[in-house]
């Protein structure tokens, strides 16, 4: 299991209405930057806090492909994402007092 911090970053990129547009629109397949920023109407430098959080937690996966970023779902990511959520919500009888 990972440590309480690395989990914080993980649920930290959930905890916000944009990044949850985001991450709808990302689970339709690979979007460029600047598709995001049409799409949610943010300025440029809102739009890259949000991505570096979303990054940063490892849930999605971005790319450089000329001066565009590209950004999509990254599978290992949620998949530890969900992960985490699961052991913390799970209720064992070595848990209960």
Known sequence: ??????????F????DENRI???????TGEKCGCKLLEE???TQPTL???????CDSGVVAGRKEGKWMHYSIS???AKIAV????ELTCI????RK
């Open 92 to 95: 064992s009888s070595s848990n």
């Open 83 to 86: 992960h985490c959520l699961q």
């Open 21 to 27: 547009r985001i991450l709808k629109m990302l689970a």
């Open 75 to 77: 599978p290992e990511g």
């Open 40 to 42: 949610i109407n943010v």
């Open 48 to 54: 890259s806090h949000h991505m570096k959080i979303l």
């Open 1 to 10: 299991m990972l440590d309480e911090k690395k989990i914080a970053v993980i």
């Open 12 to 15: 930290k990129a959930f905890c």
